[in-house]
């Protein structure tokens, strides 16, 4: 089992380009994240999913979309790349029947936007 | 609205010290969720444990334990003569159940050899 994978590993954009982060998972997970990480600010949570054809909003979601079209699937997609948007993007899941919610964790996207 | 305090920005401590990783919860979910997580030099994010809100007993695990106390809302995390292979950033972070997680900053862990 791959557990949790993202497409991918780095990339770099110039300001205004767009792209899309893949996440995929193979744990049959309901609940399906995008947080991003900056140093000195933790993890915050951009948007996620409850289940196929939902999506919500989190802390930061400005500048971002997402897409839940496969269960198996969650797409973060930046329409026009800001050097702000430079991070590492994490993908998480998390398993409905677990009601305490311990998250799975992909290996992480680094992008730079110049 | 939750919150999770990670006071210490970084800490360095010489081979063989304990050392303590602080963590200070806010919430006001009556069931909530504590969670630890190491994030080695690689990068990626390590699960290293969960409590819930209604056990409130003491862990340990080898060299690392943790002491969840409600009236003050702290979950702190010890690790016990640490090691070189403990130098990491540690998370701490809170979900009040199906909800998703809220982290602290992280505190960055050196050991010295």
């Known amino acids: 089992n791959a557990g949790v994978t993202q497409t991918p590993k780095f990339r770099v954009l110039k300001t205004g380009q767009s792209m899309t982060l893949l996440c995929a998972q193979d744990m049959n997970h309901e609940y399906m994240y995008w947080y991003r990480q900056d140093p000195g600010m933790g993890l915050r949570l951009i948007h996620y999913s409850v289940g196929e054809g939902t999506t919500a909003k989190g802390e930061v979601p400005d500048g971002y979309n997402v897409s839940r079209l496969k269960k198996q699937n969650f797409l973060l997609g930046l329409e026009s790349a800001a050097p702000s948007q430079t991070s590492v993007y994490f993908c998480?899941?998390?398993?409905?029947?677990?009601?305490?919610?311990?998250?799975?964790f992909g290996p992480g996207t680094r992008l730079t936007v110049l | 609205a939750q919150k999770v305090t990670q006071a210490q920005t970084e800490i360095s401590v010489v081979e063989k010290e304990d050392v303590t990783l602080d963590c200070v919860y806010e919430t006001r979910d009556t069931t909530y969720y504590l969670f630890w997580y190491k994030q080695p030099p690689s990068g990626e994010l390590v699960f290293l444990i969960r409590r819930n809100s209604f056990d409130e007993q003491n862990e340990i695990s080898g060299r690392y334990s943790w002491n969840f106390q409600k009236s003050t809302s702290s979950f702190n995390f010890t690790i016990t003569a640490s090691q070189v292979v403990d130098s990491a950033v540690y998370f701490c972070a809170q979900s009040g159940g199906n909800t998703p997680l809220v982290f602290g900053k992280g505190t960055r862990l050196s050991v010295i050899a």
């Open positions: 998480a899941t998390g398993d409905r029947s677990r009601v305490y919610n311990e998250q799975f």
